[in-house]
């Protein structure tokens, strides 16, 4: 029987093994920009948004202005190892560090829910329990009015109303962010989210901002990796 490799430390105190150092310097790391919301502007321009974050329990996420270490943030994402579906385990300034939705949970002290639908990074239609009834006609009805056209299934943001699209860009640059590139098109696990952020569902922000961590770590296009900043 063959013996694994043995597994070479690395001599950088930043990259638990030999191989994580390698894998490091064959990437860039680029992150996502982080925006944060005017609580006065929006508190009389958009109320229904101020609700929707003070009922999810976002303050942490979207008012808080902080700088970001790019070299810290790149170790995370280089050196992310699974443990578990829902562990992962990561080294970043010579530390180890267990990822969980807890960890991500506590942290920002994002509200509470036990519900297990997950909707993101992708998801097969139609949604499953508990949210079965919402299709893609729910949600074209609902952000847009009238009848989903035959064979679309993304949606355009620029065409939101006002309230909706201010949602949206908090959802894909602060929950779940994604690169400006990809914001004009409103895939359905987006959409979905959307409805349920307007709706006040019950659904877990903090499982959701886990699998997008996961989902950003493997995603590499053209050896680029893109950061969320949480």
Known sequence: MLR????QPSTDTRFP????????SQHSY?????RYINRPCFTSYCPSVIEMIAHYQLDRLVYCSHAVNRDLCAQFFNNLEKVDDLVYS????????????ALLRTSLELRQSACPFLCYPSRDL????????????????????????????????????????????????CILPITSRDVPKMRPSHSFFLYALCH??????????????????????????????Y
């Open 126 to 173: 139609p949604f499953g329990d508990p949210y079965s009834h919402i299709t893609l006609d729910t949600l074209y009805e609902y952000f847009f009015g009238g009848e989903r056209p035959l064979g679309v299934s993304d949606f355009r943001s620029m065409s939101l109303r006002v309230q909706d699209y201010v949602m949206y860009r908090i959802l894909t640059a």
């Open 90 to 101: 990561t080294w970043v300034g010579g530390k180890d560090i267990q990822f969980t939705p």
């Open 30 to 34: 680029s992150v996502i920009k982080c």
């Open 17 to 24: 093994t030999e191989q994580h150092r390698i894998s490091f």
């Open 4 to 7: 694994p490799p043995r597994v």
């Open 200 to 229: 006040h569902l019950d659904i877990d922000i903090a499982l959701h901002m886990f699998y997008n961590t996961i989902h950003a770590a493997r995603l590499v296009t053209s050896r680029v990796v893109h950061m969320s900043y």
